[in-house]
């Protein structure tokens, strides 16, 4: 048996590993989408490394679409098994792989406006929406604890990772030459005592275990500090300068958090009376999908919703949906909040508001979450003075700001946490992913001091025999 990294190796997006038996069968452990590697991007896209064809099953752990947003491609270049995933995990792939197709279809459209102009050949989307639907019949739902028996020589069971609504660390037990063999991959691990999910889940031994590592050098700020931190802002920039807060924000998780505290602060009779926009079609369709699937929140919000029906709705908040009536929020001069996709500010309607407004002092940027080195996002956070922005120049005059604490993904202690149910001198081997090269290096260290034996730090398309 063998495994193979062809993503989020060395690198926290494209989510996609294989676990290759000696019959010939290969489990596809996520299948995600490169974000953020500046030009390298498009090519790492267009090569997966590996042929769909060969590939017998695939199982997601989760929606974010650097775990699911190649799945399009990989059953138009020929993969036709399941999808076995979270039943959350289906409804919410569904609208963010339409919504990935429509920007992929997009983009092309303006790109080949340009080219033709120049002359030059048309391109084509990694996939359109079409693509996209021919998707969503192989979703099999698997609930988390239900053992799945996939054939005779491979079973798994989901377990919640706490990471996102529906998201799932996978355990796969694989029977080869007599001996039965169980490999766990983590997914994205979440943050014990979430505000809203619940927290991840223990899970059986494992022989061998892929464990993602993005906070894996450092410890988030505590979560009780969100809240008062967007009340500071939205003082600051609307209320004090009469600006407007402008903040990149994922559609799924990192929207509704900033929903559900600016809720709580209005429950408390302390949220200003200022308009509150969600800028983003997917937005509103996520938001949704998340009521509807409540069951998954943790005690807390489950408590407060019998005095609070909507935990994720206050006064003064509209979601738009028209893009005029997007258009229109860059020509009013009036304070408010623009809460738009996407987080890293690298594509969607937010990068429109940024560059509307930028070049003005009174108005603030808030960054809510991770950024990779490259992406807009990142390079705000340096502190960059001027930004290319649909390749125009922009002077950076307005003021950019962090929450460091908002992040989904769990920080040190949390990935510890999560591994503690472990008996560390039985796992084989432990495969470092989705991170930094330089952060798993510092996370590789604290694990073998913890008693790991063998840790590994893939590089993209690397392959392992498993003992």
Do not use: W
């Not at 609504?165 to 030459?177: F, K, P, Q, W």
């Not at 766990?184 to 979430?194: A, E, K, N, P």
């Not at 909040?337 to 070049?359: D, L, Q, T, Y």
């Amino acid at each position: 048996m063998n495994i193979s990294f062809h993503g989020a190796a060395q690198t926290v997006t494209g989510s996609k590993h294989i676990i290759h038996l000696k019959n010939g069968k290969k489990i596809l452990l996520d299948c995600g989408l490169f974000q953020g590697m500046g030009a390298e991007t498009l090519e790492m896209n267009t090569h997966f490394g590996f042929d769909p064809n060969e590939i017998t099953y695939m199982i997601l752990s989760h929606a974010h679409i650097d775990h699911s947003g190649l799945l399009p491609k990989l059953v138009k270049e020929g993969y036709k098994g399941n999808i076995y995933c979270t039943p959350a995990t289906a409804d919410l792939t569904t609208v963010l792989l339409q919504d990935s197709a429509f920007i992929q279809e997009a983009d092309v459209a303006f790109s080949n406006k340009r080219r033709a102009v120049q002359g030059l050949p048309y391109i084509k989307p990694l996939y359109t929406i079409a693509d996209a639907n021919n998707v969503f019949p192989l979703f099999v739902k698997v609930d988390y604890r239900q053992v799945c028996k996939i054939d005779d020589d491979i079973s798994f069971q989901f377990t919640d990772a706490g990471h996102i609504l529906g998201s799932a660390a996978v355990h796969v037990t694989i029977r080869e030459d007599g001996t039965e063999k169980v490999i766990t991959f983590s997914g994205d691990v979440g943050r014990y005592r979430d505000v809203i999910l619940r927290s991840p889940e223990t899970f059986p031994q494992a022989d061998y275990i892929i464990i993602e590592s993005t906070y894996g050098d450092s410890l988030h700020e505590e979560y009780r500090e969100v809240k008062e931190d967007l009340l500071h802002h939205i003082t600051e920039t609307c209320i004090e300068n009469r600006g407007k807060l402008i903040m990149p924000a994922f559609s799924v998780g990192r929207t509704q958090e900033i929903l559900f505290a600016l809720n709580q602060l209005e429950l408390e009779g302390r949220l200003p009376d200022l308009p509150y926009f969600v800028d983003s079609p997917l937005s509103a369709k996520t938001t949704e999908i998340i009521k509807r699937h409540a069951n998954l929140y943790n005690k807390h919000v489950q408590d407060l919703m019998k005095t609070d029906k909507f935990p994720f709705d206050f006064k003064g908040l509209k979601f738009i949906q028209d893009v005029n009536d997007s258009k229109h929020l860059n020509s009013q001069k009036q304070p408010m909040v623009i809460i738009s996709a996407s987080g890293m500010a690298e594509a969607g309607r937010v990068k429109h508001h940024i560059a509307n407004n930028i070049e003005n002092p009174r108005n603030r940027i808030l960054m809510t979450g991770y950024c990779e080195p490259h992406s807009l996002g990142a390079r705000l956070l340096r502190g960059d003075k001027e930004v290319k922005i649909f390749r125009e120049e922009f002077a950076v005059k307005c003021s950019i700001g962090a929450i460091r604490s908002m992040s989904a993904h769990g920080d040190y202690d949390d990935l510890c946490q999560f591994l503690a149910c472990q008996d560390n001198h039985l796992v084989k081997e432990l495969f470092i992913v989705h991170g930094e090269y330089a952060v798993q290096q510092t996370f590789k260290k604290r694990m073998e001091k913890k008693g790991f034996k063998s840790v590994q730090i893939p590089a993209r398309h690397q392959k392992f025999k498993l003992a």
